[in-house]
Nanobody, 120 residues
């Protein structure tokens, strides 16, 4: 069973910062946390940032220059540093991982989400 445990969300004032973490664990051939998504009330889930195994990252236009995704392969943990937060960044943030089972079946696994609220 695969687990993705997200942490670091909370309430922050506009202009503030938060750092999200996503710790991956479980029994599988490989578990590769690859990206952060978010879903605001009444909106579809959208990609915020993604990172490849070699460290290449891409970002949604709305967060470029403010957010930074990184990973610690030794800890199997994915991070999202969020700076200069805006009220429109308010959403539930989800971590996504690519999982390869021992039977060589690949699927995407999602974390439970962490709430980020940007408000004065």
């Amino acid at each position: 069973q695969v687990q993705l445990v997200e942490s670091g969300g909370g309430l922050v004032q506009p202009g503030g910062s938060l750092r999200l973490s996503c710790a991956a664990s479980g029994s599988a051939f490989s578990i590769n946390a690859i990206g952060w998504y978010r879903q605001a009330p009444g909106k579809q889930r959208e990609l915020v940032a993604a990172i490849t195994t070699d460290g290449s990252a891409n970002y949604a236009d709305s967060v470029k220059g403010r957010f930074a995704i990184s990973r610690d392969n030794a800890k199997n943990t994915l991070y999202l540093q969020m700076n200069t937060l805006k009220p429109e960044d308010t959403a539930v943030y989800y971590c996504k991982a690519e999982v390869m089972t021992y039977g060589m079946y690949r699927y995407d696994h999602w974390g439970q989400g962490t709430q980020v609220t940007v408000s004065s």
